[in-house]
């Protein structure tokens, strides 16, 4: 009686395992995205200093850059660069020294709060996808993986020969849980996706919402 009980037992949770294997849809590898915020001038100007380094946090209204313009004709004019937001510096665009022209950006930075992960679908998977289902995502940086909310699609705009005409691109949004863990990752890194096809079941089909 017992082995009987042990082998009913172990085949149920074999037929649970199969049943939760099914309603796991691989999505494939998201990349870490932000949205860049570029701070520059809207005329000519020589890059006096730079006051940041990259990957330095900064608070909205810190002081990126003093630059001087060259383009009105007149006396040079310096002006201080402000970060318009709180965020993290990506890049210095333009090196002290160096010209910027008008409208060209001379750092870029980022804010953590907004960030998202990308991962480009295939139509036929997208057909089994709905919005708001919830997506786990793994990969480096991670002690395990972390819950986010499939929010949008969007098209994928690739214009080189290869481009893959079916793939739309699913945005994930971190849960605010998971937040304070998304905001030590570097943009660019990527990631394994996999979605809970049992969630959200009365959202709006991904395919229709293109």
Do not use: C, H
């Amino acid at each position: 009686m017992i082995l009987l009980a042990v082998a009913v037992g172990g085949g149920s949770y074999v037929v649970r395992q199969r049943l939760a294997e099914r309603t796991m849809v691989d999505a494939g590898t998201a990349v870490l995205t932000a949205q860049p915020i570029t701070v520059g001038s809207a005329d000519a100007a020589v890059v006096d200093k730079v006051l940041v380094a990259e990957r330095k946090t900064v608070a909205a209204g810190t002081i990126l850059a003093a630059i001087t313009l060259t383009s009105d004709g007149g006396a040079p004019r310096v002006q201080e660069l402000e970060a318009p937001a709180a965020g993290i510096v990506t890049e210095i665009n333009v090196a002290p020294g160096q010209i910027a022209r008008a409208g060209e950006p001379i750092v870029t930075l980022y804010d953590p709060a907004k960030l998202s992960f990308q991962v480009d679908v295939p139509l036929e998977t997208l057909r089994q996808l709905r919005l708001g289902m919830t997506a786990y995502v793994s990969g480096p940086g991670l002690s395990g993986r972390i819950t986010t909310k499939l929010q949008e699609v969007e098209a994928r705009v690739d214009t080189q020969a290869t481009a893959t005409p079916d793939l739309l691109t699913v945005v994930l949004k971190p849960d605010p849980a998971a937040l304070s863990t998304v905001r030590t990752l570097v943009p660019g890194l990527r990631f394994d996706v996999v979605v809970d096809t049992t969630t959200a079941s009365g959202g709006t089909p991904a395919v229709n919402s293109a």
